[in-house]
């Protein structure tokens, strides 16, 4: 069945590094890729999308790119801030028209 | 405009006694989703209303777990008895009408945490 992998956390990191979170899904067929964001006390926000190979998804700094041939979809942002400390769920949406979610990535960003 | 609310934030229970979750979708909106977070896991698809009926109900535990969603808007979660390994953030979402589009993006509530003693 379809699935999610995610680099487990916590990431923490100096204000302004650069910030990678890998991201690889299994799935059959053609998905669709979502990036979303969790602040805390909040709920699950859409950061950025991809729906076809080779698509750039970008939002507020961040950016990931469906990659076909490895089945990935990184997120990364050149400079983080303080606000950008979060969880980050990578997820697919497949045939079924189902969102799976990978298991989450807490991002601490120290000043 | 209102996001989607999700009452009560919080709740501890005690084994065996019943609980029950509360959430209104964005206006509009005509599917809606219940999720379950557990610590340190992604969210896991419960059920899926289209309006009032229940389109995608295989993951919710129906011996205790049951859920409606009257007149297509509002909904309520009700789980009876519960049990220990039912703690978690239970989180409701809802989106435009699927058939209308490729995608319809999810807009999540801040969910209800449960914490079963």
């Known amino acids: 069945g379809n699935s999610v992998t995610q680099m487990e956390g916590p990431v923490t990191l100096s204000e302004e590094a650069f910030l990678t979170i890998n991201c690889t899904y299994t799935?059959?067929?053609?998905?669709?890729l979502f990036w979303y964001v969790q602040y805390p006390g909040e709920g699950l926000q859409l950061l950025l999308k991809?729906?076809?190979?080779?698509d750039k998804g970008s939002n507020k700094g961040f950016e990931a790119t469906y990659r076909k041939e490895t089945t990935s979809f990184h997120l990364e942002k050149g400079s983080v801030q303080v606000s950008d400390s979060a969880v980050y769920f990578c997820?697919?949406?497949?045939?079924?028209?189902?969102?799976?979610f990978g298991t989450g990535t807490l991002l601490a960003v120290q000043p | 405009e209102a996001g989607v609310v999700q009452s009560p934030r919080y709740k501890i229970i005690e084994k065996k006694q019943p609980v029950a979750f509360w959430c209104n979708p964005i206006?509009?909106?005509?599917?809606l989703y219940w999720y379950r977070q557990n610590l340190g896991q992604g969210p896991e698809l419960l059920i899926r209303?289209?309006?009032?009926?229940?389109?995608?109900d295989s993951q919710l535990p129906k011996d205790r777990f049951s859920a409606e969603r009257l007149k297509g808007v509002d909904s309520t979660l009700k789980i009876q008895p519960a049990e220990l390994g039912d703690s978690a953030v239970y989180l409701c979402?809802?989106?435009?009408?699927?058939?209308?589009?490729?995608?319809?993006?999810?807009?999540f509530g801040p969910g209800t945490r449960l914490t079963v003693l």
């Open positions: 979402a809802s989106s435009l009408d699927p058939q209308r589009a490729s995608y319809n993006e999810q807009f």
């Open positions: 799935a059959t067929g053609y998905p669709s």
């Open positions: 991809a729906t076809k190979a080779d």
């Open positions: 997820a697919l949406r497949g045939a079924t028209n189902k969102l799976i």
């Open positions: 206006s509009g909106h005509n599917t």
């Open positions: 209303y289209e309006n009032e009926e229940a389109v995608d």
